[in-house]
């Protein structure tokens, strides 16, 4: 018996996109996925209602790669259990306006990430699909979540992605940390050096084709090949939003 559904919803251009995941003991299946136009978003809302009430289905949004300020402290040997409230604390306090900031965070043996946030993103957000979500996330980490999910049946696993949000390249390096570019689409070379510095041999390219042939990539059509899926690729955000929710809901994401 499925134990709960997540629905994740993303903007592409004048429509919003979505998609559920009924989720397992075994593990996770597509329930429905498609694009509404936003005059037809009031009546999915309702829909989405619906499935709140009777269904268990927690809503993701995610927040853009720009809305979040990411930092990796290593945790120290002898550190107290309070450590990581006080470490969020001072990361808010070098900031005058630290109330209209919002701080989450993930502790691992090894490392304490901080995730830092506007508040009014985030309440933007939620506006522009007129609900509150259950479950925030950020880009970054939602597609860290699908390479992670494509690594568990792969033979040859990827740690890290590249893709062009706001007709910017973005490059992702999660073997170690997380780590982020932001390059020119003339200075695709400086990719190479990026990965190689950080132990990535393969990556996943969300796209246009790259410049720099000797970098070993995949792209989305063989991430669909392996996890089965026969939905649009067109919907990899949401896809990568759901999984991350359901990364999160599990704590399973480490990226140590």
């Known amino acids: 018996m499925f134990e709960t559904r997540i ?54 949004l995610s927040l853009r790669q720009d809305n979040v300020l990411y930092k990796s402290i290593p945790v120290p040997e002898d550190a ?91 490059a992702v390096s999660f073997l170690s940390g997380i780590h982020t570019l932001r390059v020119e689409e003339c200075e695709d070379a400086d990719l190479e050096d990026f990965f190689a510095e950080r132990g990535v041999d393969e990556v996943l390219l969300i796209g246009e084709p790259l410049k720099t042939p000797t970098l070993t990539h995949i792209n989305l059509e063989e991430v669909w090949e392996v996890l089965g899926l026969e939905i649009s690729k067109d919907l990899y955000l949401c896809l990568a939003s759901s999984l991350s929710a359901l990364y999160w809901k599990r704590g399973r994401l480490s990226n140590d």
């Not at 429905?32 to 999915?44: A, D, I, P, V």
């Open 7 to 60: 629905t994740a919803l993303s903007q592409a251009d004048d429509q919003t996109q979505y998609l559920t995941i009924e989720i397992s003991n075994s593990g996770w299946r597509i329930l429905e996925c498609g694009k509404l136009s936003n005059s037809k978003l009031k009546s999915r809302n309702s829909l989405v209602s619906h499935f709140l009430r009777f269904w268990r289905t927690d809503i993701t």
């Open 80 to 170: 107290e259990p309070w450590w990581a409230e006080q470490q969020v604390e001072e990361m808010l306090g070098v900031r005058k306006d630290k109330t209209s900031l919002s701080c989450d965070y993930k502790l691992s043996q090894k490392h304490l990430e901080l995730f830092v946030s506007e508040r009014n993103a985030l309440q933007e957000l939620q506006t522009r699909f007129n609900l509150r979500a259950d479950i925030i996330g950020w880009q970054i980490t939602d597609l860290i979540c699908l390479c992670s999910e494509y690594n568990l049946r792969a033979t040859n696993p990827i740690h890290g992605f590249i893709y062009s949000p706001l007709n910017q390249l973005i």
